[in-house]
């Protein structure tokens, strides 16, 4: 059973526009959350973070949102560029674990066009 | 800078052959890990390593196996390859802090016929 829910398979949106990415987990112990990028042929990179004691965290155009109530948390992209064309993924982390398992979402196909 | 390497980017085998999958940190890192990710079905985790000779199973370890030996290489072993392990593998690592990130490498595309 799936911990870590994107259910949105893909996204369009138009250059300048804002994309939001959503993301929804039903473990409790999750306290840690991070997004990655992924382009085709190439490995995700690390994208942005937010700890459960934060609701919001900022990074240039992106900035993540958790709502630890409705156990939600999303990515906003302004202003979106063809650049940020890619597969995003949501990931979680448990509570104090250091063996560092993520549990990974299903992944957003994010298309950015002009 | 950050390095995850794996040791081909393409891989064809044919049914049946054994298979090794290489993937190299320089990072010092004490975790690593094994993932393949296919269409629709996002990265799921196949084997993860916390320690030298030290693993655990993942959600889909059938058909699979590891080994690590040294602390900065982690091989994934497919010991009879099917169709349906065609699919990309990703490696990657981490330092097991609790706030810290995966590292991954670039992926190797396996294709068996």
């Known amino acids: 059973d799936q911990q870590v829910k994107q259910n949105s398979p893909s996204l369009s949106v138009q250059e300048g526009r804002i994309s939001i990415l959503n993301c929804d987990y039903t473990n409790s112990m999750f306290d840690y959350f991070l997004w990655y990028k992924k382009y085709p042929a190439e490995g995700p990179t690390f994208l942005i973070s937010?700890?459960?004691?934060?609701d919001k965290n900022e990074d240039g155009r992106f900035t993540v949102f958790l709502n630890k109530s409705a156990k939600h948390l999303s990515l906003h992209i302004v202003p979106s560029q063809p650049g940020d064309s890619a597969v995003y993924f949501c990931a979680a982390k448990g509570r104090g674990s250091t063996l560092g398992r993520l549990y990974f979402g299903r992944g957003t196909q994010l298309t950015v066009w002009p | 800078d950050v390095k995850v390497t794996q040791s081909s980017r393409y891989l064809v085998k044919r049914t049946g052959e054994k298979v090794f999958l290489e993937c190299v940190q320089d990072?010092?890192?004490?975790?690593m890990f094994w993932y393949r990710q296919d269409p629709g079905l996002g990265l799921r985790l196949i084997y993860f390593?916390?320690?030298?000779?030290?693993?655990e199973k993942g959600d889909i370890p059938e058909g699979y196996s590891v080994s690590r030996e040294k602390k900065e290489r982690f091989s994934l072993i497919l010991e009879s390859a099917s169709t349906n392990q065609t699919s990309m593998y990703l490696c990657?690592?981490?330092?097991?802090?609790?706030?810290?990130?995966?590292?991954f490498g670039p992926g190797t595309r396996l294709t068996v016929l």
């Open positions: 390593s916390y320690d030298v000779k030290m693993k």
């Open positions: 990072m010092d890192h004490e975790n």
């Open positions: 937010i700890s459960s004691i934060k």
């Open positions: 990657a690592s981490s330092t097991g802090t609790s706030v810290d990130t995966q590292y």
